[in-house]
């Protein structure tokens, strides 16, 4: 392929030099440079761009609890037993009443023969000094032998 291109040959220093093949050459590399050097470009637009694409999560509603948890679990135990586990679409912790809100809660009590009941409901509040629990709204207590 490159056989036509050694047609005029010029010696320099003793070094024997195709003109036609090192400017060729040069053009091949100049092109090869710009190529790379557009994809190049073109990664970095797609990628900035894509990066202003995401979304941005959404502030979290206003609220006086000190915190909130989303997908909110918590398990306590007696010794090295499960005693009962809680767990809430969302949990909202307040430090001064030291209650704890729950959204759509499930738990789980462990019962000494091995059984387990459960309590679902659609809000709950947890007092932290005392683990009382009081379940409102669409309350359903699932045990072996019933289900209130």
Known sequence: MLAGYYKEVV???GKTQS???SRRLKWILAVVILIFAAILSAVFIHSRYSMRMVDHPERPEETEAAF???????TAMKGEKRDWTI?????KFYTD???VDLEALEAVF???NGEETRVTADHGEMDMATKNIRARG???VHHPQYRL
Not at 68 to 74: A, L, Y
Not at 87 to 91: G, V
């Open 138 to 140: 669409n309350v359903v």
């Open 68 to 74: 909130v948890i989303s997908h909110f679990e918590h």
């Open 11 to 13: 010696v320099k220093n």
């Open 110 to 112: 462990f019962l000494e």
């Open 97 to 99: 009443s030291r209650k």
């Open 87 to 91: 767990k809430a679409a969302s949990a």
């Open 19 to 21: 003109k036609h093949r």
